[in-house]
Every structure is written in C-alpha cells, then in structure tokens.
C-alpha cells in the first residue's frame, strides 16, 4: 500500500531527527563546531563564511530546513533575529535546548519551528535573508515554495542557496565509483571488488544512486525533476553562482583515511576536479547561489 502523505511527513521528521541526534552526539550544533568537520573543510566553509559576513545585526533571517539548527544559530549570533524552520520535532529539540543553554551569549535571537515546507505560509516582506541548505531537493512543490519565499522577502532582499540541481550524469558515476572502488573507504575493498561483479553493467547506476542518496528518505530527490536555478530566476536578480566540483563531495563523504592524510589529498582532488568541470569534462550538480529579491 502507498503511504499517505502524512506517514511521508512522519518518515522524513524519524529520519532527521535520528541524523540530528547522531551529529548532535558528534560535535555541539554550533558552526564553530561544524567547521571542522571534513566535509564543511573541504566543500562548504568558503560558502558558509560568505553567507555569515553580509548578516548585519538587527537584520531578520530565515533558514528553510534547519535540522539542528545551527546555521540559524549562527546567524543570530550575527546578530539576526533568526527563525528555523524544519520538518523533523526531534531535529527542533535538540536545536532549541542547545540554544537555551548559550543564549546568554547570543547577540541575536534563534527560534526554532516544525514546519511543512511545502505548505508554508509566510508573511509578506519579512526578512532580509532567507537561506536552504541541502532542502530545495527535497520538496514536491517547489514553485509554490520560490514562490512564498519571494513574498517573504523585503525588496532587496537576499536568497542564499546551497542545494544540487538535476541528476548525476554517468560520466560523474563512473568517476565517483572509480575513485571510491580505488581509494580506502568505510567499505572493505572485498566488498567493492565483489559489488562491481555482480552489478557490471549496473555499477554506475548504482554508483549515482549513492551519490543522489536515492530512497534515503521518502522526499529525498523529490524536487529532483524540478529546475530550482531556472524556477529563481523567475523571481530574482541572480547576483553570484558558485558551482560546486563534481566528484568531491562524495569522495570526502566515503574516504576513510585520517583527516592529516585525507584533508590534503582532498583539497588537491577538488582542485583537479572543479578544473574538469569547467572545461566540461564532469558534470557537476552542486550550485551555491546568490540571488537578490528586486529593490522594486
């Protein structure tokens, strides 16, 4: 029997809430913390940092798809009146009992919200900033979404974007699981050598459905089909896009070397890589955008 709706919502909201409360139990939902974690070294703290730098104190923020929460925390100690919202309530808790215990601290404020993205309601020109990390893939109903978060939006108002946009292409798959079978990674190599014979053919389908997390959730790649870039550029003057390397990404996520190894080797495979990419070698998916809300 197809599950309704709501058992969707509930899988996705046990699904996040159990990532939350693994990582929570990893490292405190704080950027200072995530930082440091490998994949934030070597793909996303230029981005990040970037986003956090235009945050002025007294501006309102937005961050669709929270988790934890810290990236809206971050922002509030900016010195934004931050709000996160998520899908996941154990996401939710955990972020608002580790705010209580810094809030002191904060210059800003952090609320903290369970929300259904695709049916959001927000108030019309509300905030300066408005960030989705890794959630616009996610939703079904994208349009209506783009859609509200451009009401939602002062005039001249920012819309931060890191997300993927489309599918793998094979070529990405073939290089991804090269490297992958190659490379010492949380799966023995006895494992990789007997996959490979048994799925032939079949190798690099599999290898993008890794890399897209296919079936990880039940939304997860459900605004696949949709083009996000192209939907924004309906509502938005696109000021910066930053094209992530192909490969990267999911190479980081999969070695399995310590970070004193693993931290340069990486740092020179996404230079090699984001080089392929721009002469058209690789097809990347991953795109951080900037995109500004008309003054008028």
Known sequence: M???YQQQLDGESALWGAVAAQQAAECPPEWRYHRQQRQNVIMHTTDIDGLLACIQPGMTALELGCNAGWLTLAMAQQGADALGLDISAPAIDIARAYYDTIRACVPGTARYEVADLNTLQ?????YDVIAAKGVLHHLPDLDRVIAQVQCALKPGGLLWV???NGDESTTTALVAGALTLLLPTHVPYRDKLSG????RGQAANRVKASIQADGLSPFEGAGREHNWLSMIEQYFTLEQRFDHPAVTGY??????LPDRVAIPFLRVLYKADRALVKRGLLHNTGVVLWARKPAS
């Open 251 to 256: 190479v980081t996520a999969q070695l399995a």
């Open 2 to 4: 197809e599950a309704t």
């Open 162 to 164: 890191s997300d993927t």
């Open 122 to 126: 927000l108030l019309p020109e509300t």
């Open 196 to 199: 490979l014979l048994r799925f």
